[in-house]
């Protein structure tokens, strides 16, 4: 008889079956049950089957914990629309152009006077790039202001950088608003809560620094470096938008790797008393195009590379403890990869894959900041053929 019924147990399989599972089912059943069971839930199951379950489906499952990020950006074109795009203005610069052209090339008119300009940030520990931005911008900016706090976005304690080395910035001091805020420390909040509450602080520091209506505030992170010729044209003209974004030149760790000129979060206000707020976020559809430099992760030392990896916003991309291994940052600087092994942001498969691999190395080192040249020697990291960096 093909079916075969244990005297106790009820419990039904095969003899073909029992014959697989040597005899388990005409042994006692209550002692056999468990495997039994399985052994009759399996029966005439092939070998590819087996296969299926016992490699390819754990590999999948493997294959999206570690790549599930990749996946998810790379298909982010069926799921997010782009966004809405700039109304580009074309920027009009030389040297020895006269400001009244200037200004009436880009559809202003020029002022008796320049507008004041006040400069401020938020700053973490990046003390190199601050320095080539106030060398950058110390002609035109009327009042330097900088807010540093003893936490980090994401919550980490850190010591006031800039308050120990205030001394190398000498140059700026008379111009100067400084301000500390502690920080809350807030165990599991997302970074973004304490990000947006030093912007808040920023606002109040701003105003003790004597902001006034129609005076220039530049907003931008410290590594988002307008040209000093783009502040001076937009002091002197008159009639500029309320808001302006400017889009930089977008680079990753020196300007040996040039990403793209897409960077367009830096902005300058025509301050308005109870209206502006200090952010980082789009509030226009002005940009003025090849405005300056936006240049990520531009640090001296292994150590600061790691530090920003754990203590910025998106510090939820640092997925695996190996990505913080200093070798490994190493050869990721040299190579123009990605340190978060992350698949380009971008909104259409086209430009995803165009983007895809490397950054191209450049070779080029011209319409950079003028400090940074003139100074080449101290700050050789930055430019293009000098990728390997300080260990501590």
């Known amino acids: 008889m093909w079916w075969m019924m244990g005297e106790a147990g009820g419990h039904y399989c095969s003899k073909k079956t029992d014959d697989i599972c040597g005899g388990v089912c005409s042994q006692e059943p209550g002692r056999f049950l468990s495997f039994s069971r399985l ?6 199951v092939d070998m590819k089957t087996y296969i299926f379950l016992l490699v390819i489906v754990p590999t999948c499952v493997l294959a999206g914990y570690v790549h599930g990020q990749k996946i998810s950006y790379f298909l982010r074109p069926l799921w997010e629309s782009p966004p809405k795009p700039f109304h580009d203005i074309p920027h009009y610069y030389h040297e020895n152009a006269s400001m009244e052209n200037l200004c009436k090339l880009h559809g202003w008119g020029v002022r008796e006077y320049p507008r004041r300009v006040y400069d401020a940030v938020l700053f973490s520990n990046e003390l190199d790039i601050l320095a080539v931005r106030w060398r950058e911008l110390y002609p035109y900016i009327t009042q330097f202001v900088l807010l540093e706090s003893n936490s980090t976005f994401t919550g980490l304690p850190k010591p006031l950088v800039f308050a120990a080395h205030r001394d190398e910035f000498k140059f700026i001091e008379s111009r100067l608003t400084y301000g500390t805020v502690g920080g809350r420390f807030v165990k599991g909040q997302n970074p973004f809560y304490e990000e947006a ?9 701003l105003r003790i620094a004597g902001i006034t209506d129609d005076d220039l505030l530049l907003m931008s992170d410290v590594d988002e470096i307008p040209s000093r010729h783009t502040i001076n044209l937009l002091r002197w003209c008159d ?6 974004h400017l889009r ?6 020196s300007f040996e790797f040039l990403v793209d000129s897409k960077s367009w979060r830096a902005s300058i206000h025509r301050y308005e008393t109870g209206k502006t707020r200090y952010a980082h976020y789009r509030q226009s559809d002005e940009i003025l195009a090849d405005a300056g430099w936006h240049c990520s992760f531009c640090f ?93």
Do not use: W
């Not at 009639?239 to 302006?244: C, F, R, T, Y």
């Not at 930089?248 to 760790?253: A, E, F, V």
């Not at 600087?333 to 190395?361: Q, V």
């Open 300 to 392: 001296r030392r292994i150590s600061e590379f790691i530090f920003k990896m754990k203590a910025y916003s998106h510090n939820d991309r640092v997925r695996f403890g190996h990505f913080l291994n200093p070798k490994r940052v190493q050869r990721v600087i040299c190579k123009g990869a990605d340190l978060f092994d992350m698949l380009p942001e971008e909104y259409t498969f086209k430009e995803i894959i165009g983007k895809m691999g490397p950054i191209p190395h450049s070779f080029s080192a011209v319409h950079l900041p003028s400090y940074l040249l003139e100074n080449a020697d101290k700050y050789r990291f930055l430019l293009p053929g000098n990728c390997i960096r300080e260990s501590e």
């Open 197 to 205: 509450y030093q912007r808040v602080a920023l606002d109040q520091l």
């Open 248 to 253: 930089l030149k977008n680079y990753l760790y």
């Open 39 to 44: 052994c009759c839930a399996l029966r005439g």
């Open 239 to 244: 009639e500029i938008p309320q808001i302006l």
